[in-house]
């Protein structure tokens, strides 16, 4: 049965989109597209909305098709059937798992579980290059996610030790304070 991942971002129109689109993309690559399922959505997602057209733009440019994408509000199911949650922000981990306290053992970060601290910065509204740091940003945590991901497959004595520790708990900041961000009160219904 294949492992499903959840990308998740404020509004599904930027970093998840594009994150699911690479993600599928290095799976298909590496012959593994059945092993691993990948999936994206928003806290605060329009259902329906297009991928920014900066987003659609720059995987165009890495060969990618973002065009058919559509805005996914996350829901408690979403999290539920998902093996792993994978968020851009430490904000984003913070609010689901403070919505479903019984899930919060596969939420990461995205760059957590690759191994690195941080977030992943929102492009919302900035130009296209903005976006192509934030995709290739996406593409070197998701190859690291994929990788650790790969290692515990196969089992304990593959993975790595210390690969994708979990950051150091405490305040992060907040980074996760995305412009364009829906405003307070909106996707809290995780």
Do not use: W
Request: charged share 25%; aromatic share 4%.
């Amino acid at each position: 049965m294949a492992k499903k991942v959840l990308f998740v971002c404020t509004g599904n129109t930027c970093r998840s989109s594009m994150a699911e689109a690479l993600a599928r993309d290095m799976l298909a690559r590496k012959g593994l597209q059945g092993e691993v399922e990948v999936v994206s959505a928003g806290i605060a997602a329009l259902p329906g909305s297009e991928a920014s057209p900066q987003a659609v733009a720059v995987m165009e440019e890495m060969g990618l098709d973002l065009k058919s994408h559509r805005a996914t509000l996350l829901t408690r199911r979403d999290v539920e059937e998902a093996d792993l949650v994978l968020t851009m922000t430490q904000s984003h981990k913070k609010l689901i798992q403070e919505q479903l306290p019984d899930q919060e053992e596969k939420i990461f970060t995205l760059a957590e579980y690759a191994g690195r601290g941080g977030d992943v910065p929102d492009p919302f509204g900035g130009p296209v290059d903005v976006y192509r740091q934030c995709a290739g940003e996406l593409r070197y945590l998701i190859s690291l996610a994929l990788d650790r991901l790969a290692a515990e497959k196969a089992g304990p004595a593959q993975a790595s030790p210390g690969a994708g520790a979990a950051a150091p708990s405490g305040d992060q900041g907040e980074a996760g304070s995305e412009p364009g961000a829906a405003p307070p009160g909106n996707g809290r219904k995780a």
